[in-house]
């Protein structure tokens, strides 16, 4: 069976510059700019933002904002940086009963990422 080489999330946004702040504060770089979109990677990750200002705002679409789950190798320091870098933390670092420890953290426009360690 074909095996999944990297993750790329695809998502709507109303404002191109602020969301690619949000994800360069993440630890991610800009990539590519063509004419609508902005691309961004971070080690095998990549967020590909589209604008679309006539789309439903994520932060109105309540549990459906949550958009992926980011696995690290360190959960407690990327907390610490990301959270030094003033972003907002949706649910704080914890460990849970699954055997990661995680946090979450929500973008401007409201997409919502989990961000976990295995710890079992």
């Known amino acids: 069976m074909a ?12 404002d191109l510059k602020a969301s690619s702040e949000f994800f360069v504060l993440l630890g991610f770089n800009i990539t590519s700019e063509p004419p609508g979109w902005i691309f961004l990677e971070k080690d095998n990750c990549m967020v ?13 679409l309540g549990d459906h904002s949550y958009f992926g789950y980011l696995r690290v190798d360190d959960a407690t320091a990327y ?9 907002t933390i949706s649910s704080p670092l914890a460990d849970k009963p699954w055997g990661m420890r995680e946090f979450g953290v929500v973008s401007p426009e409201g997409h919502r990422i989990m961000v976990g360690q295995l710890i079992q």
Do not use: F, T, W
């Open 48 to 60: 590909m933002l589209g604008d679309c200002r006539g789309s439903i705002p994520a932060s109105k």
């Open 3 to 14: 095996r999944i080489l990297q993750n790329h999330y695809v998502l709507a946004v109303h």
């Open 79 to 87: 907390y610490d940086e990301v959270r030094a870098r003033g972003i």
